[in-house]
């Protein structure tokens, strides 16, 4: 039992350390500037097809169904408000998120922990370069700066795909659909939204990245590094939702 | 390469950016355009904020762009009006519920239709608010008291008295009644098969006699008939004649004109026959007691 707190303690600990040596080797920025840019085609620009499908579909499914929850005698404008706050508020952040998660996080684990068995990471050292700053710093920022765009675009692709889905296959109209898009709406809405994404994208590189950088044990260990880094950072990026509404939310309402 | 990715990232975040803002403001505000600003003062804002919607006449003008509290504990509110709609004088500004989720909006309610507007910069006077939530519950609580006063009631006459027991044995007497109807109606349906039936012989035995009637026989009477009325119609004129006639005479003895007239309205002469009679009557006593001098009869 003791072991295993002073286990749990002792990884808290050690993430602790690697977020130490990302401020240190935000300082260094020469070492990360250019790989920054290449990490931001990677994470944000690749992923936006992904996310804009996702996105779409997310779009549409909130229109139909809040639709047909509806019980009669409700103004259709509802839809239009539910599926702004449903897209905007949560389901644009969240599975943006975790798509990339999978897509961005298991990718960056599996190069940092293929580069540490392969002992590249130790061949940075050699050189006097700081790995953290070259190899995860250029991660973070990208992961911080990419993610809220790729959200607000996400939430854009949502909001327009349930409004066509609304008035195309639904009795909704245009007119209505607008009325409560535009019901109750306020700017902090859309901060919100940006606030969860940098926060999910800074948990999928952190985690990511300190469950790569920290591989071992040759093939089979970045393999389960890179399943270990997903699930963590799912979770993680469920609990920060969950605060992030506990915190946030009662500065939402119009 | 890495110039492409600058360029690919740039693009992106740049296009993220103006559709984050543009997307804020048109959900915001409606659109692009500040339009022209206006100033309510109000006792009470009841929650209003900036972005809200101002509605003229029911119809979306603009946004709330700022709201003030004064020192003097009046709330000023800004309001921008698109520059393609006019709000005409003599309108009025009222803080309301925007739908049922507690969004808030100014309306602009014109009193009468105006040709004239009020000019940008200008301050909207005030209407009055509408009932507010505290209104609303204690309207609701009175409604909510009558529904359970009504529900005592009711659950005292069926419940308590025995309402409800009453009623059932009412359906179930209706039921009964409803089965009784039904055999009646069943019972009505043989009688009237039977009554039906009956029609058609009776039907049957006319259409034989009536097959069984001489036309010419018919037609003779029938000629008879048209005779006979005929001389019906004569004899009626004639007596139509007589009575006009004896009309005139009996008008002719009302006047007194004519020999039976003036017998009948003549008083000398009614006079006379009395004493005519009268004499006639003295005589006969006299007759009767002396008859020998008036009858002598000598057989020899």
Redesign the interface.
Known sequence: MIDAVSGLFARIGERGYFMRDIFRGLGDPATYG?ET??Q??NI??DS?PLAAIVAAFIGAVTAIQTRYQLFGGV?L?VVG?IS?QSIILELGPLLTGLVLTGRVGARMTAELGTMRVTEQIDALETLAYDPVAYLVVPRLIAAI??L???T??AN?IG?VTAYFTAIMATDVTSAAFSEG???????FQ?VYS?IKATIFGAAIAFFCSYEGYTANAGAEGVGRSTAQAVVIASVAILVLDALTAILLAPYL?? | M?KR??V??GL??A???I??IL??L???R?GLSKGYPLYAKFPWSAGL?Q???VLLAGVNVGYVDDVELRPNGTVLTTFRVGKQFHVPQGTTATVVA??I???MAIALIPKTPNAQSIPPGDTVPVGPSGPGIAQLTAKADSVATSVNAITTALQKELVTSGGVADLRKTLASTNQLTLNMNRLVSQFSVIAAEQNRQLSLTQASLRRATSGVDSAKVDSTVKNFREASANMAALSADLRQTSLKLDSIVAKVSDGSGTIGKALNDPGAYNDIRGLIQHMDSLMVDIKKNPKRYINIKVF
Do not use: C, E, Y
């Open positions: 250019r840019i290449r931001m085609r944000g620009v936006l103004q404008s408000l702004r700066v990419m809220p765009i790729l607000i675009l854009t909001v898009l535009r019901l109750a709406f306020a700017p859309i940006i309402q119009a | 890495k990715d600058d690919l990232v992106v975040i296009v993220a950016v559709v984050a997307g804020s048109w959900l915001a409606g904020k972005g809200q919607p925007n739908g989720f507690g969004d």
